[in-house]
């Protein structure tokens, strides 16, 4: 049982807090009996950390810590009953539907889109390099666990839509010169919908890979929707294709 | 000019963050350029607050504030050139489709959905007593000035309900038992849509009011989605009724 906030175990699991550290072990943190249900499953984790008093799962060692240092390590309010530190996950090959995300800042909104990629079967996320890392505490919590069942990978968005030119069709938004997805033919090709920035929309210059743009059509007060309800509205209506 | 953060005007400013200070005054703070010309064309700025060398908008006094002061007051990490103080806004009453909040708890939440219900034509937002202050400042930030075009009233959800139970087509969440909203028959009358708490769903004593309950098609892996992603969802279906 470890009792001290200045043990060094208890240090280095703050330090998950930090990007660089992160990076740095290939590990990240998750809190919370759900999340760690989920990564017990897709054996990642690599360290149990168990609150004084709870019943840890069976046949897995864990280290029990007080109240205090729950307390310590975890980025919520509330502190969870349990946590756990995981392997990063792996990246695979792209395959099937895919949602880019073009520099998207905000954790909230990258957890949420996410979370409706899973439940609308879009298997794959392309991040861009300067979007918010996915190992982030808030993204982790509002991705609700989500994050095991797709492959996410970061990847210089130029040369990805560049190489992909032949297998995927390409789509950006563009709040005013788009068209409506449900009035689009796929032409049975998979998807790869690019999802711009919360300040500026999709980049640009990323317009010459799309073969067409979508909107989504609103009242002209408001310039535009959150960025994890328009990703999320696309892939709604691209999964009724 | 005010160059002191221990300026009493600025220390009732700063008590703006406080949900208790904002309800015994009747006021709200905004910030940035883009929500105090939203407030302006409302009518509703008592006092304008403007950073030193910064120009303000034309037939209107202000006050100028150092750069200290300006962060001091302000709710974000990089401070905006211009806030003001704004009269809280007038619950009218409720004509037109309704979105119901029981109890939702995230300000950003909260904030997409505003924006989300201007964008889809929901004249109405009705939330419950427990749900969060809609003069948070996340929440300001988060529905982009769109807080001005919808009409927000707070009320006991069950007296709301009651009383509305002939003029509405009430209608419910429930991710296992509800049918689509595109299948279902409105019957020419305006919809009372309920949205549930992050956590717990729909309030189930509720549901004796609903005609009928929504759901939206996802993968059995995920168990639900984000509120204000489900909220947006059921909106955009609504307007294409």
Redesign the interface.
């Known amino acids: 049982m470890i009792t001290s906030v200045h043990n060094e175990k208890v240090k280095n699991w703050l330090k998950l807090q930090d990007k660089k550290y992160r990076d740095a072990t290939q590990t990240f943190l998750i809190e919370s009996e759900h999340l760690v249900k989920e990564a017990l499953k897709k054996k990642i984790v690599k360290e149990l950390i168990v609150i004084e008093g709870y019943e840890k799962p069976q046949d897995i060692s864990a280290t029990y810590v007080t109240k205090e240092v729950m307390k310590k390590i975890s980025s919520q309010v509330t502190p969870p009953k349990i946590c756990a530190v995981c392997q990063m996950l792996e990246e695979k090959e792209v395959k099937g539907h895919v949602l880019v995300l073009d520099d998207l800042q905000d954790p909230?909104n990258v957890g949420?889109i996410i979370?409706?990629a899973?439940?609308?079967?879009i298997p794959n996320i392309v991040l861009s390099k300067e979007s918010v890392d996915i190992y982030n505490p808030k993204v982790i919590r509002?991705c609700?666990g989500?994050i095991f069942?797709v492959n996410i990978t970061r990847k210089n968005i130029f040369d990805f839509l560049a190489s992909h030119q032949n297998d995927y069709l390409i789509c950006g938004t563009d709040v005013k010169k788009g068209k409506l997805l449900e009035d689009t033919d796929l032409k049975g090709k998979d998807v790869c919908l690019i999802i711009g920035n919360e300040g500026r929309g999709m980049n640009e210059s990323y317009q010459k890979y799309c073969e067409t743009l979508f909107k989504?059509?609103?009242?002209e007060?408001?310039?535009?929707?959150?960025a994890?309800?328009s990703a999320?509205?696309l892939m709604?209506e691209l999964?009724k294709k």
């Open positions: 909230g949420t979370r409706s899973v439940a609308f079967g509002s609700e989500m069942y989504i059509p609103m009242d007060r408001c310039e535009s929707l959150n994890g309800v999320s509205i709604y999964t």
